[in-house]
Every structure is written in C-alpha cells, then in structure tokens.
Antibody, heavy 120, light 110 residues
Framework: EVQLVQSGAEVKKPGESLKISCQASGYSFTSFWIAWVRQLPGKGLEWMGVIFPGDADAGYSPSFQGQVSISADKSTSTAYLRWNNVKASDTAIYYC?????????????WGQGTLVTVSS | QSVLTQSPSTSGTPGQRVTISCSGS????????VYWYQQLPGTAPKLLIY???QRPSGVPDRLSGSKSDTSASLAISGLRSEDEADYFC???????????FGGGTRLTVL
C-alpha cells in the first residue's frame, strides 16, 4: 500500500528555520516524483516544487523559487521541504504528493498534511 | 488569484446531478490533461479524475469528467451527503512549466 506520512505540526517564530518531512512507503521511492503543495488557511492549493529522488533533480514554481528548498534522502525514502527563515505569511498546511512525472500528470497519492504556524 | 477559474460554491439536493466547471487557457487546459481532486473537510486532497475523464479504482461511476477546448467539467450524479466537499481542478501549464490549480468549488448537499 502506497503511503506518504508527513511530520507533525510545527509552531515557529518569524526568522527561524524549518524543515518538514514526507516519508514514503509501499513503492519504489526513486521511481516517482514528490511534489509539495501549499494550502493557505481557507484557501486553494498551490504547487510549490517537485523533486525526483532518483537523481535529486528538482523544479520550483516561480512563486516559491528561492523561498524554499526541496531535498530527498534515498536511504530513508524521505522528502523534505525547508525554509531558512519563515514568515507569518508561511502559515499554512503543506502537503506532499506523488506524481509519475514532472509534467502533465496526476498527484495520485497525498500525505496527510503538515500544519505550519508562524507567529511571534 | 488562481490560474484556473472555478465557481466558489454550488449546492444540490440528494439524488440530484450537479456540475462543477473549470476554465483555463491554451497553455494549460487547452493543451494538457485536466485532473480533479476532492478534499473532504479536514483531510488531504484525493485524486478523483485523471486524464480528463478517467476514474481511479474505487471512485464511483456516478462521478464523471469531461474537457472541451480550454474548459473542463466534473459531474456528480445521484448526489449523496458524503459528496459534500471542496473540489479542485488542476492541469500542467506549459508557460509556467508547473502545475496550476483552480481556486476550488465548495459543494453543499442540502
């Protein structure tokens, strides 16, 4: 059974660093892309970026380029989303999702989401 | 402001048929497949329709998708209370080189 299990909720102060995770199981981690999707409180979905764990090839939405970084650890089948200095506007739920390719393809499995709250 | 346009809300009564629409442009829906996701309250999105009209296993056939030019639709027939959720359309955008979503349509079952 394919599963994406994300790390727990985080509460951070503005300017702090943050790294959240998404551990995959039930399939070949290095054969599929993992994307990150943001959902602001009460709002829609926004694609942030994507990584291919097989070779660490990554791509970012122009809206998030330079704001976050995506990485993956093949040894633990885990993808990460990292901020160097979070802002209050980063308060949102973040989802990881699996996709077959960096292109026209579905997000066929999703993690349960990680709530990030940034407040002074 | 989402790249794909959806009506914010719609409603129907049990047993009724409702349609949710999604409008885009030549760089996304006009040249790529459309995907639909259902988000039940407090849960993660779930893939409902892929490649415009295909249903993953487990999705009932009373849900159907279609696409024409730069628009797409999701139809739900035999409406049930458990269909009450937010529905999002998505597509790859060739100009942005990334995935774009609609703002979501909240379906209320009266």
């Amino acid at each position: 059974e394919v599963q994406l299990v994300q790390s727990g909720a985080e509460v951070k102060k503005p300017g702090e660093s943050l790294k959240i995770s998404c551990q995959a199981s039930g399939y070949s981690f290095t054969s599929f892309w993992i994307a990150w999707v943001r959902q602001l409180p009460g709002k829609g979905l926004e694609w942030m970026g994507v990584i291919f764990p097989g070779d660490a090839d990554a791509g970012y939405s122009p809206s998030f380029q330079g704001q976050v970084s995506i990485s993956a650890d093949k040894s633990t089948s885990t993808a990460y989303l990292r901020w160097n200095n979070v802002k209050a506007s980063d308060t949102a739920i973040y989802y990881c999702a699996r996709t077959r390719r960096y292109g026209s393809a579905a997000f066929d499995y999703w993690g349960q989401g990680t709530l990030v709250t940034v407040s002074s | 402001q989402s790249v794909l346009t959806q009506s914010p809300s719609t409603s129907g009564t049990p047993g009724q048929r409702v349609t949710i629409s999604c409008s885009g442009s030549s760089s996304n829906i006009g040249s790529n497949d459309v995907y639909w996701y259902q988000q039940l309250p407090g849960t993660a999105p779930k893939l409902l329709i892929y490649r415009n009209s295909q249903r993953p296993s487990g999705v009932p056939d009373r849900l159907s998708g279609s696409k024409s030019d730069t628009s797409a639709s999701l139809a739900i027939s035999g409406l049930r209370s458990e269909d009450e959720a937010d529905y999002f359309c998505a597509a790859w955008d060739d100009s942005l080189s990334g995935w774009v979503f609609g703002g979501g349509t909240r379906l209320t079952v009266l």
